[in-house]
């Protein structure tokens, strides 16, 4: 199994509060003492991945000195892929070139979550293609939601009526290698509609023949950091989070 986690982005909302041009990418915040990047590369290493592909784009050379460093504290391949034009794409593209090179199963992340270590666990032991819901969040109409109908994603994204909706995608997820190419496929078709957009929308065409598997959350902790209201929370619950995690070298 492969790792790839999308730290490419600059973090505009967060960085009128905190100074990325000093940190770097989100991935790099610290929080409980930790960066959110050792975190996740500490939890592939410590779950027998076979190597990490981070990619990178906004201060790509603080990412490429971080993976240097976590590459010799966990024993584990730590490779750098580069979206050169992070600047007026998404996560789609970023995927894309994430995945370019792997041809096994892939664990996928998001670079600005904050999560419990149990959920990742659980997700690595599904056999087939999962996608991570928080079904207990409050959702409002910012969140990414889904609404999911025999198995299906029957609609997916901000405008899901919150009534509607059996929760919020959190980004973490796992492609299983039988449906690699044809995620890759999948996010090609995204990239050429509109370079902007988000790689979650291939699991809504996953899931049409019903084979996509659902984690969900059950109130466990987590969350993305996109401004510094979600900074805040994390440091709240990042000992609740690594409370199931152990130590962290």
Request: charged share 30%; hydrophobic share 40%.
């Amino acid at each position: 199994m492969i790792g790839v986690i999308l730290a490419a982005g600059r973090g505009r909302r967060l960085s009128r509060d905190i100074d990325l041009d000093k940190i770097g990418p989100k991935c790099l915040l610290p929080v409980n003492g930790c960066t959110l990047l050792e975190r996740m590369v500490a939890d592939l290493a410590s779950s027998g991945v076979d190597a990490v592909i981070i990619v990178a784009g906004y201060k790509r050379h603080v990412v490429l000195d971080a993976c240097r460093a976590l590459e010799s504290r966990y024993g584990i391949e730590v490779r750098l892929a580069y979206n050169w034009d992070y600047a007026r794409t998404n996560t789609a593209y970023s995927l894309d070139i994430g995945l370019a090179d792997v041809d096994e199963d892939v664990v996928v992340f998001n670079g600005d979550m904050l999560y419990d270590y149990a959920i990742l666990r659980e997700l690595l032991d599904i056999r087939r293609t999962a996608i991570v819901v928080d079904n207990r969040k409050p959702l409002t109409n910012e969140s990414f939601k889904l609404r999911v109908v025999d198995s299906r994603i029957e609609e997916m994204g901000k405008h899901v009526p919150i009534e509607e909706a059996t929760g919020e995608f959190i980004g973490i997820s796992k492609i299983a290698k039988i449906d690699l190419d044809r995620a890759k496929r999948l996010l090609k078709v995204l990239i050429a509609d509109d370079l902007n957009n988000y790689y979650d929308f291939i699991y809504k065409s996953l899931s049409q023949d019903g084979s996509l598997a659902y984690l969900y959350t059950n109130g466990r902790p987590w969350t993305e950091i996109d401004d510094i209201h979600d900074y805040e929370y994390a440091e709240c619950i990042a000992g609740m989070s690594d409370g199931t995690r152990g130590q962290i070298q």
